[in-house]
């Protein structure tokens, strides 16, 4: 599967933007899809997931209630939309192909991987 991402800039403490991850090759509507992101100088953590129907989501706690996950298989796309953007919200975002059709949580579960957008956000 190849995954192309964009919607990245730089937004200020309080603001919101959305990623959109376009993908190709294997029936999108097979996978589930997800979303990590890396700041500088440290791992690259989970940030949301959604199962292949769009009917499951899952949340980093440290993002719940403040981003949302959303596909659109249609179009082959998954989105994520980020309000009350935070400083710690700055790094490369990444999205990426599930093995299954599971909103999994964990790195290992996911086969293929976005080039990755940058976020900013600055206080």
């Known amino acids: 599967v190849q995954l192309q991402a964009c919607g990245g800039g730089s937004v200020q403490t309080g603001g919101c933007l959305r990623l959109?991850?376009?993908?190709?090759?294997?029936?999108?509507?097979?996978?589930?899809m997800g979303w990590f992101r890396q700041a500088l100088g440290k791992a690259r953590e989970f940030v949301a997931a959604?199962?292949?129907?769009?009917?499951?989501?899952y949340y980093a706690v440290s993002v719940k209630g403040r981003f949302t996950i959303s596909r659109d298989n249609a179009n082959k796309t998954v989105y994520l939309q980020m309000n009350s953007l935070k400083p710690e919200d700055t790094a490369v975002y990444y999205c990426?192909?599930?093995?299954?059709?599971?909103?999994?949580?964990?790195?290992?579960?996911?086969?293929?991987w976005g080039q990755g957008t940058l976020l900013t956000v600055s206080s």
């Open positions: 990426a192909a599930g093995r299954t059709g599971w909103a999994a949580s964990t790195l290992r579960e996911y086969g293929g």
């Open positions: 959109s991850c376009a993908a190709s090759g294997r029936t999108f509507s097979n996978y589930g």
């Open positions: 959604i199962n292949s129907s769009g009917g499951t989501t």
